[in-house]
């Protein structure tokens, strides 16, 4: 009950409706006892007026009157003079006088409450204004058991009036949410449940039909979203296919090219003048092709290891790199520098995190050389209480606008000849196993930088 959404409403309902009722039972118990007390001084009243024709009557009868009327004694003031006009004998004494002459209404709801809570019988004193405009004023005493009585019989009477009309517009409202709300939305979840099955089926994409405006918008919302999922789905099996059939060819066209370089090794050798000029350029031609189609079938079923994280000293790891790449360098006028302070320990997989520094190095050299001007490479560390920062930043002459755009996209963000547009995107893909961030540095001047951002976090170290 307390779990489902009409539940909820049913029992919401008649909390709200009884504090409604509680609001209007305070206000008319209060009438109730005004009431009560007046119509005793109206009968007392009455019961005076034997006495006034008569001029006087028996103790018999004056008991008969005082009994009917419900009080103990009445007094009436006319004509500036005040006379007892019946009188009994008083149990005990007075416990609070009540003047119901223009009493305030919060007065009047203090008195019910107290007449109502107070379970001592006691004799009250109540003043008021006669009827018919016989006299200046009537004051009569009563016994308060009997109001308490009739207090309580009225506020059960309300108690159970307000019980069940909650209970009918709870019932009301639970079938009307039902109705309107929940039904619907179990048609809607059942609609969900019913597309998950087969989301590549166009045919269980919802139809909105629901008159309720939230509920249509919800509707539509989700035949957008189901849409562009099965949309999407779609493509991804036609991609995935593709994928498998470029693969394929490209294991096949390996082959083909393998053998293809053979026979072009065996042309350099060639006595024949053109032959021997054309031959290292297709050579060169055929070992791109090959490099390309081992690097598509290598992108197509990588699947990186989640990084082993460990202590690793940064400048042993970035001096191991640049030492690889000073060996690649030979005559041309490149420099290799590392700005690492000594004893900087980072958490990351060593083996990963020098295949993207080896990377970013690589590049950045072929690019220096390839506009042959020559430029320096520097690695650069710097942390904080949050992180380590890598710089890796060359005077090259920076990356096209193009590769810009494509930066990490697989075979489109290559700026060299013969490149394959894959470093940058496994680079990034590891960084990321790490918890951490791999960019362009869009401000730097005077060539290109990227930056590894490492997170320091709580992870668990391996020692």
């Given at each position: 009950?307390?779990?489902?959404?009409?539940?909820?409403?049913?029992?919401?309902?008649i909390i709200?409706v009884?504090?409604?009722?509680?609001?209007?039972?305070?206000?008319?118990?209060?009438?109730?006892?005004?009431d009560?007390?007046?119509?005793?001084?109206e009968?007392?009243?009455i019961?005076?007026?034997?006495?006034?024709a008569?001029?006087?009557?028996?103790?018999?009868?004056?008991?008969?009157l005082l009994?009917n009327?419900?009080?103990?004694?009445?007094?009436?003031?006319?004509?500036?003079?005040?006379?007892?006009?019946?009188?009994?004998?008083?149990?005990?004494?007075?416990?609070?006088?009540?003047d119901?002459?223009?009493?305030?209404a919060?007065?009047l709801?203090?008195?019910?409450m107290?007449?109502?809570?107070n379970?001592?019988?006691?004799?009250?004193?109540?003043?008021?204004?006669p009827?018919?405009?016989a006299?200046?004023?009537?004051e009569?005493?009563?016994?308060?058991?009997?109001?308490?009585?009739?207090?309580l019989?009225?506020?059960?009477?309300?108690?159970?009036l307000s019980?069940?009309?909650?209970l009918i517009?709870?019932a009301?409202?639970f079938?009307?949410?039902?109705?309107?709300?929940?039904?619907?939305?179990r048609?809607?979840?059942?609609?969900?449940?019913?597309?998950?099955?087969?989301?590549?089926d166009?045919r269980?994409?919802?139809?909105?039909?629901?008159?309720?405006?939230?509920?249509r918008?919800?509707?539509?919302?989700l035949?957008?979203?189901?849409?562009?999922?099965?949309?999407?789905?779609?493509?991804?099996?036609?991609?995935?296919?593709?994928?498998?059939?470029?693969?394929?060819v490209?294991?096949?066209l390996?082959?083909?090219?393998?053998?293809?370089?053979?026979f072009?090794?065996?042309?350099e050798?060639?006595?024949?003048?053109?032959?021997?000029?054309?031959?290292?350029?297709?050579?060169?031609s055929?070992?791109?092709?090959?490099t390309l189609?081992?690097?598509?079938?290598?992108?197509?079923?990588?699947?990186?290891?989640?990084?082993s994280?460990?202590?690793?000293?940064?400048?042993?790891?970035?001096?191991?790199?640049?030492e690889?790449?000073?060996?690649?360098?030979g005559?041309?006028?490149?420099?290799?520098?590392?700005d690492?302070?000594?004893?900087?320990?980072?958490?990351?997989?060593?083996?990963q995190?020098?295949?993207?520094?080896?990377?970013?190095?690589?590049?950045?050299?072929?690019?220096i050389?390839?506009?042959?001007?020559?430029?320096?490479?520097?690695?650069?560390?710097e942390e904080?209480?949050?992180?380590?920062?890598?710089?890796?930043?060359?005077?090259?002459p920076?990356?096209?606008?193009?590769?810009?755009?494509?930066?990490?996209?697989?075979?489109?963000?290559?700026?060299?000849?013969?490149?394959?547009g894959?470093?940058?995107?496994?680079?990034?893909?590891?960084?990321?196993?790490?918890?951490?961030?791999?960019?362009?540095e869009?401000?730097?001047?005077?060539g290109?930088?990227?930056?590894i951002?490492?997170?320091?976090?709580?992870?668990?170290?391996?020692?």
């Amino acid at each position: 009950m307390f779990k489902s959404l009409s539940g909820r409403f049913l029992i919401l309902t008649i909390i709200f409706v009884m504090l409604a009722e509680i609001l209007i039972f305070v206000p008319s118990i209060a009438r109730y006892r005004e009431d009560f007390l007046l119509a005793r001084i109206e009968r007392a009243q009455i019961a005076s007026l034997a006495l006034l024709a008569n001029g006087a009557v028996d103790r018999d009868l004056e008991e008969e009157l005082l009994l009917n009327a419900g009080v103990y004694n009445v007094v009436l003031r006319r004509n500036e003079a005040r006379q007892l006009v019946l009188s009994s004998p008083i149990p005990s004494p007075v416990a609070a006088t009540y003047d119901l002459r223009d009493t305030p209404a919060w007065e009047l709801i203090r008195d019910a409450m107290v007449a109502l809570w107070n379970p001592q019988d006691s004799v009250l004193r109540v003043i008021g204004y006669p009827t018919q405009d016989a006299g200046m004023l009537i004051e009569v005493t009563l016994p308060s058991a009997p109001l308490r009585a009739a207090l309580l019989d009225y506020g059960l009477r309300i108690l159970w009036l307000s019980l069940a009309i909650s209970l009918i517009a709870a019932a009301l409202l639970f079938f009307a949410v039902r109705k309107v709300i929940v039904s619907p939305m179990r048609s809607v979840v059942r609609q969900m449940a019913r597309y998950a099955e087969a989301p590549e089926d166009a045919r269980r994409i919802i139809t909105p039909s629901n008159g309720i405006t939230e509920l249509r918008e919800a509707e539509e919302a989700l035949k957008s979203l189901e849409t562009e999922l099965t949309a999407a789905l779609r493509q991804k099996e036609r991609l995935a296919q593709l994928g498998g059939a470029v693969a394929r060819v490209s294991h096949d066209l390996r082959n083909i090219l393998t053998s293809a370089q053979l026979f072009a090794d065996r042309l350099e050798s060639s006595a024949d003048p053109t032959v021997a000029r054309m031959a290292p350029k297709l050579v060169r031609s055929i070992t791109r092709a090959v490099t390309l189609t081992e690097s598509t079938l290598a992108f197509g079923k990588a699947q990186e290891p989640p990084p082993s994280l460990s202590r690793v000293p940064l400048a042993d790891l970035v001096n191991d790199v640049l030492e690889s790449e000073r060996l690649a360098i030979g005559d041309e006028d490149i420099s290799l520098s590392a700005d690492v302070m000594a004893g900087t320990v980072i958490r990351a997989d060593s083996e990963q995190l020098h295949r993207v520094l080896s990377n970013l190095v690589r590049n950045a050299r072929q690019a220096i050389a390839s506009a042959g001007t020559g430029g320096e490479i520097c690695i650069h560390s710097e942390e904080d209480d949050e992180c380590w920062r890598i710089h890796v930043r060359d005077t090259g002459p920076g990356l096209p606008a193009k590769a810009r755009e494509h930066l990490f996209q697989p075979f489109a963000s290559s700026s060299k000849r013969g490149g394959t547009g894959l470093g940058l995107t496994i680079s990034q893909e590891l960084i990321r196993g790490h918890g951490g961030q791999l960019r362009l540095e869009p401000d730097y001047d005077g060539g290109t930088a990227f930056e590894i951002w490492l997170p320091k976090g709580d992870a668990e170290i391996n020692f």
